[in-house]
């Protein structure tokens, strides 16, 4: 196999052995196999360890490749994660408009504001990555971040309820996958019983979301970033920049701490009105007689009344029952899922003639 033509005593170059000379020393990893090159997010010119820690370990210092006048420190260089390097700064930009811009399709009021928000939040990445409007759009990234500080209460609070619901719905597989492992046929059943009802009420609410979306687009594009025509209005979200976020739901309003109940809301059995029987002060029993005349028995505080009232409550306990009624209610309970899903059905029957209408 004969080998190419030599040239003052060197063999030609290869394509792609210029990204295996560092700009900065020459130095090759023909010669140097073990050589590391780092680049900086600041500019992304790659350069080899050495070099690094010879011109950053004394502070920041400008960029040593010719044309670039930036300033880099020595701890924001990293290993290139990418042959191409356009790819890596590409990465890197659309890591950081997300960290920043992280709404959430739940947060919206229809899927088209949603839509438009992912539209707006591109627009600024294709500007960063082309170098089109750089300070305006960095800017605009910086007023947005303090924005999302000043809500990062809220935000970390969300986070963790869909990080909790996660871990729920782990949580649950888990258990299901290891009941189905023991053969147990009667958690199977009710794993069945629960994965119909997930479906009922994942069917409930893709129509009812569906029924909004028909509304919200037979009254008017134009509506959904601002107020509707029946009278509920919509969030936008504006920074001092002058950018909006447009078509956010209504943020609720956090409910007031209520003040420390050492019964968890439930009243207690002396101070509950009875309805079955009226409650004396004494009551004739040779151990009652002898405990309200016993110090031992009255020197922790013991109230012979809380004795009165649990064992009147347990004597009376199933007067207050009735059968009938809790089949009838439960019966009642058991329909309000289907009436639901019937006035959505409804509800969508009555909107796709008047969108026909409008489209036509």
Not at 63 to 75: I, W
Request: charged residues 25%; aromatic residues 6%; proline residues 6%.
């Amino acid at each position: 196999m004969s080998r190419g033509p030599v040239r003052n005593g060197t063999a030609p170059r290869r394509p792609g052995d210029e990204d295996d000379i560092c700009p900065v020393c020459k130095s090759s990893r023909y010669l140097n196999p073990s050589m590391r090159f780092l680049v900086n997010p600041e500019c992304y010119h790659k350069m080899c360890e050495s070099c690094v820690d010879r011109i950053f370990s004394q502070g920041p210092a400008p960029c040593p490749v010719a044309g670039c006048a930036r300033t880099l420190r020595k701890q924001r260089f990293r290993k290139q994660n990418f042959d191409d390097i356009q790819i890596e700064r590409e990465v890197d930009i659309r890591r950081r408009v997300s960290q920043v811009f992280n709404r959430r399709q739940s947060e919206f009021t229809s899927l088209l504001a949603y839509n438009n928000y992912l539209e707006e939040v591109e627009t600024l990445t294709f500007n960063l990555l082309h170098n089109v409007d750089v300070a305006a759009t960095e800017s605009l990234l910086a007023s947005h971040a303090a924005q999302n500080a000043r809500n990062a209460g809220q935000d970390s609070a969300s986070a963790s309820a869909d990080l909790s619901a996660k871990r729920e719905a782990a949580r649950r597989k888990e258990e299901a996958e290891k009941r189905e492992r023991e053969g147990d046929s009667d958690a199977a059943a009710r794993e069945g019983v629960q994965k119909v009802m997930l479906k009922k009420s994942t069917a409930r609410r893709t129509a009812a979301e569906k029924a909004a979306r028909l509304a919200a687009a037979s009254s008017g594009a134009g509506d959904i970033f601002g107020s509707s025509n029946n009278g509920s209005a919509t969030v936008v979200a504006s920074d001092p920049l002058g950018y909006t976020i447009k078509g956010l739901k209504p943020v609720p309003k956090p409910e007031t701490e209520r003040p420390y109940d050492a019964f968890g809301g439930l009243v207690p059995l002396t101070l509950q009105p009875p309805q079955y029987y009226t409650p004396t002060d004494t009551y004739e029993n040779p151990w009652l007689d002898n405990a309200r005349s016993n110090p031992a028995t009255l020197a922790g505080g013991y109230d012979l009344r809380e004795y009165y009232a649990r064992a009147m409550v347990e004597a009376f306990a199933g007067l207050g029952c009735f059968v009938g009624d809790e089949k009838l209610h439960a019966q009642a309970q058991a329909a309000e899922p289907e009436k639901e899903v019937a006035a959505a059905m409804g509800t969508i029957g009555a909107a796709e003639p008047a969108r026909g209408h409008v489209m036509e």
